[in-house]
């Protein structure tokens, strides 16, 4: 009989439960390690990880500041700044490259190839960012913008302009993409226009799209500055100046017209000029823009002699008559010969030396003044020195001390050679004749503002007295003398005196080491004789002939219109224009020296100008007191009365006394207090 089967659940069940116990624990663990993993994210790292999100959603953006305007004295811009579009494209959102490249090319002038191939040089590259075209026109964005692309993105900047063109280039400058000055006072008082950037936070989604932003503090604009230009005087200066150069083929000029009381710079012209709203070309070297009236010093030949003669009537006894012996057009010196270029002279008075622009009469003055004395005034009207103006790259000149003087030096210096000097130097040297005796520094700007608050300028000091008010007047009467019969007939005005002194320095070849055929012709002066408003100092660099030929006509014709703007007084009755245009200057009278020694003079003008009497026998000294330099001396030079000008600031005392008669011979004495 066979036994009954017995059958056993084996292990399957069994199996199964292990299984899933098995399962369990995995999952438990599983489970754990996510749990433990969420605490340390979660928890023990929330504040690394929360900073770090923040930092790859949140980013801090710039907000430019207003860029500040330039305007000239009477409100006209000559800079400013405009908001405009720039556009930019996240590559990697582009559908298409090829697509993106012919729809940008065409509407913002740029090539399609060259497009494409950015864009796909950022797409390789993985950039999130590509500037396609910064600061487009207007027609250009409203184009883009009609088409509604979304991938297609602006940003708004700020484009710089000039509104007149190169007028002043040299002292405004220019900027750069980034709207920071690169030149002129753009760069020189970048942080005072530039004003102070504000900040954003700007939250963004994982493509770097903005989602929301919020200002954390305001950007503060720049400042808005008031030059002391008048764009009026400033054209002439220009326009006068770059007929001269390119008529005469000199290789660059300048032209500096200046207040002789407040130090204001009226006009500042350089040329060649260029565009300051252009980037220069890579062509260019650069030379364009160097500010030939402030950066580039040269040799200022005869007008350094009113630096001679002034010293000599502070510190000899030396006076306008004084005869001075001039040997005959010939002066040996040790190691050197000065000889006189065609006319040798005798005796002269030192009146006579100046008007004949005379070599050997400069030299034996300087003598007479002494090394010491010399170099001492040499300093005091400013030369060896900035002139502090906030304008980059200004020289100082070169002026060196006595003990590195040679043999010759004394006679040198004496007649402008061994000294270097810019235009504006110049300016500042011939106002100290013109205003009595004070050493006034330039000033480029007349008033700060930010939008229409007031920012406070920081006072330029009082003006050092350089000459006695007597030896300033002197010099005055003596320059007019230059004007009237001497080298520089050509600076004669017509219904105002003017004075001043010619100048042609031949140029030294450095490499051939000798002077060469060219010169640096100059003429600095000033009008009205007997209360000047204006000076004016003009330099033409690489001149093939003498200051008082070439430059003596652009001072002649900046002058004139610079009387005329300020509504200046005339002190002579009008004349029938008697002077050839700029570019068709014949033969000139008499001829100043060069850096060789020479001189030349001709035919002399005896025409003179003479103070109109009353038939009280004097006109009526009016109440000066209260008033200031400026009103003074236009009441002064519309009565026809010689002021002497003594301080600054307001006049607090005068003689003779107000309602007194003024006899032939006399001057009223004004003194000015603060």
Same mark, same amino acid.
């Given at each position: 009989?066979?036994?009954?089967?017995?059958?056993?659940?084996?292990?399957?069940?069994?199996?199964?439960?292990?299984?899933?116990?098995?399962?369990?624990?995995?999952?438990?663990?599983?489970?754990?390690?996510? @749990?433990?993993?969420?605490?340390?994210?979660?928890?023990?790292?929330?504040?690394?990880?929360?900073?770090?999100?923040?930092?790859?959603?949140?980013?801090?953006?710039?907000?430019?500041?207003?860029?500040?305007?330039?305007?000239?004295?009477?409100?006209?811009?000559?800079?400013?700044?405009?908001?405009?579009?720039?556009?930019?494209?996240?590559?990697?959102?582009?559908?298409?490259?090829?697509?993106?490249?012919?729809?940008?090319?065409?509407?913002?002038?740029?090539?399609?190839?060259?497009?494409?191939?950015?864009?796909?040089?950022?797409?390789?590259?993985?950039?999130?960012?590509?500037?396609?075209?910064?600061?487009?026109?207007?027609?250009?964005?409203?184009?883009?913008?009609?088409?509604?692309?979304?991938?297609?993105? @602006?940003?708004?900047?700020?484009?710089?302009?000039?509104?007149?063109?190169?007028?002043?280039?040299?002292?405004? +400058?220019a900027v750069d993409h980034e709207e920071k000055?690169?030149?002129?006072?753009?760069?020189?008082?970048?942080?005072?226009?530039?004003?102070?950037?504000?900040?954003?936070?700007?939250?963004?989604?994982?493509?770097?799209?903005?989602?929301?932003?919020?200002?954390?503090?305001?950007?503060?604009?720049?400042?808005?500055?008031?030059?002391?230009?008048?764009?009026?005087?400033? @054209?002439?200066?220009?326009?006068?100046?770059?007929?001269?150069? /390119?008529?005469?083929?000199?290789?660059?000029?300048?032209?500096?017209?200046?207040?002789?009381?407040?130090?204001?710079?009226?006009?500042?012209?350089?040329?060649?000029?260029?565009?300051?709203?252009?980037?220069?070309?890579?062509?260019?070297?650069?030379?364009?823009?160097?500010?030939?009236?402030?950066?580039?010093?040269?040799?200022?030949?005869?007008?350094?002699? $009113?630096?001679?003669?002034?010293?000599?009537?502070?510190?000899?006894?030396?006076?306008?008559?004084?005869?001075?012996?001039?040997?005959?057009?010939?002066?040996?010196?040790?190691?050197?010969?000065?000889?006189?270029?065609?006319?040798?002279?005798?005796?002269?008075?030192?009146?006579?030396?100046?008007?004949?622009?005379?070599?050997?009469?400069?030299?034996?003055?300087?003598?007479?003044?002494?090394?010491?004395?010399?170099?001492?005034?040499?300093?005091?009207?400013?030369?060896?020195?900035?002139?502090?103006?906030?304008?980059?790259?200004?020289?100082?000149?070169?002026?060196?001390?006595?003990?590195?003087?040679?043999?010759?030096?004394?006679?040198?210096?004496?007649?402008?050679?061994?000294?270097?000097?810019?235009?504006?130097?110049?300016?500042?040297?011939?106002?100290?004749?013109?205003?009595?005796?004070?050493?006034?520094?330039?000033?480029?700007?007349?008033?700060?503002?930010?939008?229409?608050?007031?920012?406070?300028?920081?006072?330029?000091?009082?003006?050092?007295? #350089?000459?006695?008010?007597?030896?300033?007047?002197?010099?005055?009467?003596?320059?007019?003398?230059?004007?009237?019969?001497?080298? +520089?007939?050509?600076?004669?005005?017509?219904?105002?005196?003017?004075?001043?002194?010619?100048?042609?320095?031949?140029?030294?070849?450095?490499?051939?080491?000798?002077?060469?055929?060219?010169y640096n012709a100059s003429f600095m002066g000033?009008?009205?004789?007997?209360?000047?408003?204006?000076?004016?100092?003009?330099?033409?660099?690489?001149?093939? /002939? @003498?200051?008082?030929?070439?430059?003596?006509?652009?001072?002649?014709?900046?002058?004139?219109?610079?009387?005329?703007?300020?509504?200046?007084?005339?002190?002579?009755?009008?004349?029938?224009?008697?002077?050839?245009?700029?570019g068709k200057s014949k033969a000139e009278p008499?001829?100043?020296?060069? $850096?060789?020694?020479?001189?030349?003079?001709?035919?002399?003008?005896?025409?003179?100008?003479?103070?109109?009497?009353?038939?009280?026998?004097?006109?009526?000294?009016?109440?000066?007191?209260?008033?200031?330099?400026?009103? #003074?001396?236009?009441?002064?030079?519309?009565?026809?009365?010689?002021?002497?000008?003594?301080?600054?600031?307001?006049?607090?005392?005068?003689?003779?006394?107000?309602?007194?008669?003024?006899?032939?011979?006399?001057?009223?004495?004004?003194?000015?207090?603060?």
């Open positions: 009989m066979d036994r009954p089967t017995r059958t056993y659940a084996i292990p399957a069940r069994a199996d199964a439960i292990r299984r899933l116990t098995w399962l369990a624990v995995v999952l438990l663990i599983w489970a754990g390690v996510i @749990f433990a993993k969420i605490i340390k994210l979660q928890v023990l790292s929330h504040e690394k990880y929360a900073a770090l999100a923040a930092h790859q959603q949140r980013h801090l953006v710039a907000l430019p500041a207003p860029r500040g305007s330039l305007w000239d004295r009477n409100g006209q811009p000559l800079a400013m700044s405009a908001p405009v579009d720039s556009v930019f494209v996240n590559p990697l959102r582009l559908p298409d490259l090829q697509i993106a490249s012919d729809i940008l090319a065409p509407i913002l002038s740029l090539d399609r190839a060259e497009t494409f191939q950015k864009l796909q040089n950022a797409l390789d590259n993985e950039r999130g960012f590509l500037w396609i075209k910064r600061k487009i026109s207007r027609a250009e964005s409203e184009r883009l913008r009609s088409l509604r692309l979304e991938w297609i993105e @602006f940003q708004a900047e700020s484009h710089r302009y000039y509104p007149k063109g190169t007028l002043a280039a040299h002292l405004l +400058g000055g690169n030149a002129g006072i753009e760069l020189s008082l970048e942080k005072d226009l530039h004003g102070r950037a504000g900040k954003a936070r700007l939250l963004t989604d994982v493509q770097r799209r903005g989602i929301e932003s919020e200002t954390s503090s305001e950007p503060v604009a720049g400042q808005d500055l008031t030059l002391t230009i008048d764009e009026r005087i400033q @054209f002439a200066a220009e326009r006068d100046l770059k007929e001269a150069v /390119e008529t005469h083929r000199c290789t660059s000029g300048s032209v500096v017209v200046m207040d002789p009381l407040t130090g204001d710079l009226l006009a500042m012209a350089s040329y060649p000029t260029f565009d300051p709203s252009k980037p220069p070309e890579p062509w260019m070297d650069g030379s364009e823009r160097f500010n030939h009236a402030v950066s580039v010093p040269f040799e200022p030949g005869s007008v350094f002699k $009113v630096i001679t003669l002034a010293a000599a009537l502070e510190t000899t006894a030396l006076r306008p008559e004084s005869p001075i012996n001039c040997g005959g057009g010939i002066l040996r010196l040790p190691g050197r010969v000065i000889h006189e270029a065609k006319n040798g002279y005798g005796l002269l008075t030192m009146a006579q030396v100046l008007e004949k622009s005379s070599n050997i009469g400069a030299v034996q003055i300087g003598m007479k003044v002494g090394r010491e004395n010399l170099i001492d005034y040499v300093k005091r009207f400013g030369f060896g020195r900035q002139a502090g103006l906030p304008l980059p790259a200004e020289s100082g000149g070169v002026v060196r001390p006595v003990e590195r003087w040679g043999t010759t030096s004394l006679a040198s210096i004496a007649m402008g050679h061994e000294v270097s000097t810019t235009t504006v130097q110049l300016a500042q040297a011939v106002s100290v004749v013109a205003n009595g005796g004070l050493l006034v520094k330039p000033r480029l700007v007349l008033r700060r503002a930010r939008g229409a608050v007031p920012v406070p300028e920081r006072s330029a000091g009082t003006p050092k007295r #350089v000459l006695k008010a007597e030896t300033a007047i002197t010099m005055r009467q003596m320059m007019e003398g230059v004007v009237l019969h001497g080298t +520089g007939t050509k600076a004669r005005l017509s219904g105002w005196t003017s004075g001043g002194k010619t100048g042609s320095a031949q140029i030294f070849d450095l490499a051939a080491k000798r002077y060469t055929h060219k000033f009008a009205p004789v007997t209360n000047p408003a204006i000076v004016v100092v003009v330099t033409l660099n690489g001149a093939a /002939e @003498f200051g008082g030929k070439l430059a003596a006509p652009v001072f002649r014709s900046v002058a004139t219109e610079a009387l005329r703007v300020l509504d200046t007084p005339k002190d002579l009755p009008e004349q029938p224009e008697k002077t050839p245009s700029l008499p001829v100043e020296d060069t $850096v060789e020694d020479d001189l030349a003079i001709a035919d002399l003008d005896a025409s003179t100008s003479v103070l109109q009497e009353r038939e009280d026998d004097g006109p009526r000294v009016p109440n000066f007191r209260g008033k200031s330099m400026r009103a #003074v001396g236009e009441e002064a030079a519309a009565l026809g009365l010689p002021v002497v000008f003594d301080g600054s600031g307001t006049a607090s005392a005068q003689a003779p006394t107000p309602g007194s008669i003024l006899h032939p011979g006399e001057r009223v004495r004004v003194e000015f207090k603060r």
